[in-house]
């Protein structure tokens, strides 16, 4: 099964890094590192020590942590930010260079051939000075590329037999999952390396394509905290878990689920940010109930209306009641918890009473339990 066996690369401390608003000390590089090791993901993906000096300080001060979770760094494609990354002492290299037109002519202006040449010389020269790290070798901006050059490059670095992974990247968030499908199925049938996705969320397609990528039979997908990264981020951690969880809770299970809140607070507190509502477990109104109809059903069995259960992330759910749509099954369900047994019609009086207030404004929690002590009393 395809989503049995995958791995999570958690590049908050990388991509998330790219993120506009994004600066992180080292005390909250370690921080966030030690918090997703306790939360259980296999990688931890850090900024080039390349980037600056204190990247570099930081990458050897989350090595020295010892966390279960494998620290990586991300490089160019060249000998000497190779060389660097070595000696901070990281156990895994993730190596990438442009494919696309765009980047070609834009970033680097190397042909296909000396992409390969390149690619060779560097991989081998990793190798040689580190027999057992773990080397990725990706494309970036893999969906603009043209297929027959990034088989030439996939196959020629596959071929040199050095590389653990191999890693595709949807920098700009053009691909579509049928795309993410079509290209990580082939690599696994070609190479039958470990395949990595790494996939941004310009057109909101990151979550769909990480699950596509899983149902091709890549191993390792990208997550950032809350999704940041350059521009509009990347797969969120939350929504990739919120994703497999849906499909079978079980492939999640080997991640510690409660610690999911206080990972999304931290980086929204960090950056500065909220998070958005519409986050996925997190966000303000993932678990709110509304609509009588909806709210009746949810306290009859909130599976009627929830594929996710709030109570596995250390979450709960509410039944909003103050506002125009409520039911009268919401409001005797309030009153049974305050202890007021209440007839049919006295509960349906306070719930046209609720209705006909909300509609000038909503109604705080306090205001409909003073209705309904209110009811009690005079139904004494
Ligand atoms: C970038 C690089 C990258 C790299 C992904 C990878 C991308 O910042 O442009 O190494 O797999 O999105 O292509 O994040
Ligand atoms: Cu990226």
Redesign the pocket.
Known sequence: MPFDNYSIIESTLR?GE?FSTATFSTAQKIEIAGLLDEFGVEMIEMTSPCASPQSEADIRAVVRENLKARILT?IRCNRDDALRALDTGVQGL?V?IGTSPQLIRHSHGKSIRQIIDLAEDVMGYIRSQAPDIILRF?T??TFRSREADLLRVYLAVADLGLVNRL?V?D?VGVALPTQVYAMVHQLVRLTGLDI?F?G?NDSGCAIANACAALEAGATHI?TTILGIG?RNGITPLGGLVARLYTINRAYVQKYKLRLLPQLDTFIAESCGIQIPFSNYITGSSAFIHKAGIHAKAVLADPTTYEIINPEDFGLTREVAMGHRLTGWNTVRDRALKLGLVLDDSTLKAVTQTIKQRADIRPLALAEIDHLLYQAAGQAL
Request: charged share 45%; net charge negative.
């Open positions: 991509e790219q991300h993730d990438v990706s970036e901006d890693g990247a920098t990595e790494h941004h990208d350059e």
